[in-house]
């Protein structure tokens, strides 16, 4: 780390800064045909480069015409016309084959008076997903959603459903026929939409780091000392505490009685559910059957309660919070309250450099660091046409791999808590995981927050030590245990009574929810994007994708377990190799502290062990990402829990959301 | 068992006739407070609460490596009403802290705050963000900060050491909990367009109506 955190001397003057132009909301106002972020300043060319048709996108144009379909600048394509949207995604995905939305996002370009919503709609079979943008004015008011409507994408591909509630949360943008359109990351009543650029934080200092205030004539300044209210709050003029009644859970529990359908999915043939009973209070029958009407008689009639599990509850993996609906012990509806741990990644995202973004990947998802790095990295390295030295893809691939094992034992470790096991399996892996740390923080410094990634390269060697410490652990010490984690579970008759069968979740639908990981493998999808669309030098090694078709907890278990054994493989293939390459070849270029990052867009991922992590970064050239956008697949194989759980008892709710394995960090970032 | 050894049974009480015999070697004298004290530092319970990554590494220090029941420490509960140590352990939330301060206040007495890593104690990397609470210091009270980003599961078993240093030293001539008085409630704090501190309404409401009235609110 010490070799680049030198700050920006004279050598890289100020002036080397995009000139950041003052962003008063006002000034948005007219709807400006100029180049796409540009800041003034950088030799702009006439608007920038218009993408090139993939032959899938050429064959939407035909089908479309030219005037809906159009070359989006950079990359994808434009839909010009909102109202035909869902029927272009319906053509994406049931003619082209693009199963499953990767993510969708927003980008506010308020120099040119609109938002961009982006879908990345990408086939389950594998390749490359392609890129839809929409349009839409953005207003200048700072409290109101925009006044056209995107049509909500719920139908087409349920995993819309909390992405777009997020775009709605973070940018305003409304969703028409959206089932349950409410803020997601904050909360009901939050004072504007933060990742407008207009919107400033309380602490606001900049538009971009390096802020010159922090210093102020050699003297530290706290940011309370700043701001007028002397705390990280800030309130719309005339507000007026007193008078004030915040009833934040209203909208999830109106949501919850009735009101509200569940989402609506096209019918593929799949999961039929049976129909939702009215609401809390109502009187339904006991029985489905049908014993001469015994379901109608009074004395037989229960009520349903609503029960909040979290967000400070020993089974939900952090901070969550599930309202679940029970008739009995049996859920019939959840809901998920996200949120409680929304650090604003993004927002800090776009003022950081983009080489202060990568501790702050690190702590996305917090059990396996590393590979959070790598998808950005990787990302920005495709933005930038930089490729790291061979020694260095090695390096990524073992720290990349040996945190997928770490990070599945915690997992199987804590599921197995979930299932009543308490903590005795947990202590056994954390043993293992602990040796896979030491060598974590005997390479770079730390044990969990390893910053390791560079752009073109790692920070730090291994050793001839370190890699014997890290042979022992991947031919010895990680197959005896997971030998022994196999002999003491795989087969127990308990767990094995309380996880077959329990949240399944069959493949068509999985992929209709944008499900990735070790869950849609579970399933009987073989997608795993190291094979799918190999990053990085996987496509070198030899290893086997588990492939499950149970769908349900135990089958996610055992894909966890056998994804190990072939992290194992790759490990051992990649130190066997490592000899081949230069010690101490582990930067391509020189050590840079300022990165520049030529004007685009780009949409990179990663296989982590929860499944695939995205970032959808946009240039303008300068120093910092204009965009900067997370595709978490914990949050988005979220969206799935409400129909695995639904039907089943209480207490399995809380296995299945073990078995989905979420981290809380990436969930609400 | 130090303070027990030193303040063993004086010689001249061991020589006098009126102590059975029976009884020499077995009586102790302390002070009370050093009891008291003896027995709470070793059995708090700590709560079950993880908020971020700094859960991860409290877990590791539970775990069998760094083994937190070697200090009497290892029983933690999910409930509030059965611990009586808060670890904050992680980024404190704008959405979460009307939850913390709730947990607290459910906590009974002889309750203890640890303020684990950077986020807890000041926002941490964190800070700038608009959902971002900086530091749980504002709301609740900490007795032991550490620093780290996670902070080591050695800095945690740390946190524990001083924080036993910090219990034997009170004593229960002044100690708030068998006071007369009000109990002290924080207020729970409230979600509105921002966070609002009840006990700073009347500070809030007034700047936002000189703000309103287009004057600086200094």
Known sequence: MAEETTPPTSAEPAASKPAVPARPAAAAGGAKPTAAAK???????????????????????????????????????????????????TYVRDQLGFDMLANATAVDYIKEGYIEVVYHPQRSKGGEPITLKVRVPRGNDPVAPTEVAVPSLVPVYAGAEFQEREIYDMFGVRFEGHPDLRRILTWEGFYGWPLRKDWREPYYEGDTKPFESRWPGGHHQLA???????????????????????????????????????????????????????????????????????????????DQIIVNMGPQHPSTHGV??????????????????LGYLHRNHEKIGERNTWLHNIPYTDRLDYICGIANELG??????????????????????????LTRIESHFWAIGFLLNDLGAFYTPALYFITERDLILDLFESVTGSRLMCNYMRFGGVSRDLTEDQIMRARELAFERIPRKIDELEQLLTDNEIIKARTIGVGYLPAERSINYSLTGPCLRAAGV????????????????????????????YD?????????????????????????????????GKKAYNHRVPAGQAYGRVETPKGELGFYLVSDGGQNAYRYHVRSSSFINLNSLKEMTVGQKVADAVVILGSLDIVLGEVDR | MAELTNANMPE???????????????????????????????????????LACCAIEMIATAASRHDLSRFGWELMRASPRQADLMIVSGTVTKKMIPQIVRLYNQMPEPRYVIAMGACATAGGPFKEGYNVVSG???????????????????????????????????????????????????PVPVLGPDLVDPRRAQEIKGKAEQIAEGQPAA
């Open chain 1, 39 to 89: 800041p003034a300043g950088h030799a702009a060319p006439k608007g920038p480069p218009l993408a090139t048709l993939t032959p899938e996108l050429a064959q939407l144009q035909q089908q479309f015409g030219e005037s809906v379909i159009a070359p989006a600048p950079y990359v994808g394509v434009l839909v010009n016309d909102l109202g035909k949207l869902r029927e272009v995604m």
């Open chain 2, 136 to 186: 749980v210091d504002k709301f609740i009270p900490v007795d032991v900060y550490i620093t780290g980003c996670p902070p080591r599961p050695e800095a945690l078993l740390h946190s524990f050491i001083k924080l036993q240093e910090k219990i034997e030293k009170q004593s229960l001539r002044n100690v708030p909990w068998y006071r007369k008085g009000e109990e002290d409630v924080i």
């Open chain 2, 12 to 50: 001249e009480l061991q020589n006098d006739p009126r102590v059975p015999d029976d009884l020499k070697n077995n009586v102790f004298i302390t002070s009370l407070d050093k009891i008291y004290n003896w027995g709470r530092k070793r059995s708090v319970w700590p709560m079950l609460f993880g």
């Open chain 1, 526 to 553: 073989p997608y795993d994007i190291r094979r799918v669309d190999p990053y990085s030098i996987y496509d070198r090694f030899d290893f086997d994708i588990p492939v499950f078709y149970g769908a349900d907890v």
């Open chain 1, 376 to 401: 950005y990295v990787i990302t920005v390295e495709k933005m930038m046409g930089i490729k790291p030295t061979e020694r260095a893809e090695y390096l990524r691939v073992i720290m990349t791999e």
């Open chain 1, 320 to 337: 969550l919070r599930m309202v679940v609906k029970l008739d009995g012990e049996t859920v019939t509806d959840l809901k998920l309250v």
């Open chain 1, 556 to 588: 996610r278990y055992r894909v966890r377990v056998a994804e190990m054994r072939q992290s194992l493989r790759i490990v051992q293939q990649a130190l066997n190799q490592l000899d081949q390459t230069k010690p101490g070849d582990i930067q391509a």
């Open chain 1, 224 to 302: 309370e000392e700043r701001v007028p209210w002397q705390d990280n709050v800030n309130y719309p003029p005339g507000f007026d505490p007193l008078n004030f009644q915040a009833n934040p859970d209203a909208g999830l529990y109106d949501s919850m009685l009735g009101g509200v359908p569940g989402v609506e999915v096209e019918p593929n043939g799949q999961a039929q559910r049976s129909p939702q009973p009215k609401g809390v209070g109502a009187s339904v029958p006991v029985l489905d059957r049908n014993y001469n009407n015994l379901a109608d008689d009074e004395e037989l009639q229960t």
